[in-house]
């Protein structure tokens, strides 16, 4: 399995990224993934969850309404569209495959800055 980040950046207060992840080496299509983001000195925040057959998310409070998850099979991609950007938003983001309600295979992240 691999996954493969991309799309962070340095943003302004309110900016938006669109944060990507290549998957390859399992079965993409109908599968679980998972956005988690780590802030600095803080612990591991889950973000969202992708059924990747259904389309069916699910996102954290925290995010809810700003963030977007989607997915295009064709491409065996997971995508992350993260708008109205706050000073807390500042993380590498990951995207994990999940199994049983746990992440279970990592990228090696993204970072996003939110700065002014």
């Known amino acids: 399995v691999q996954l493969v980040e991309s799309g962070g950046g340095l943003v302004q207060p309110g900016g938006s990224l669109r944060l990507s992840c290549a998957a390859s080496?399992?079965?993409?299509?109908?599968?679980?993934m998972y956005w988690v983001r780590q802030a600095p000195g803080k612990g591991l925040e889950w973000i969202s969850v992708?059924?990747?057959?259904?389309?069916?998310?699910y996102y954290a409070d925290s995010v809810k309404g700003r963030f977007t998850i989607s997915r295009d099979n064709a491409k065996n991609t997971l995508y992350l569209q993260l708008n109205s950007l706050k000073f807390e938003d500042t993380a590498v983001y990951y995207c994990?495959?999940?199994?049983?309600?746990?992440?279970?295979?990592w990228g090696q992240g993204t970072q996003v800055i939110v700065s002014s």
């Open positions: 994990t495959t999940a199994s049983w309600g746990a992440p279970i295979n």
């Open positions: 992708i059924n990747t057959g259904t389309g069916i998310a």
């Open positions: 080496g399992f079965t993409f299509s109908g599968s679980y």
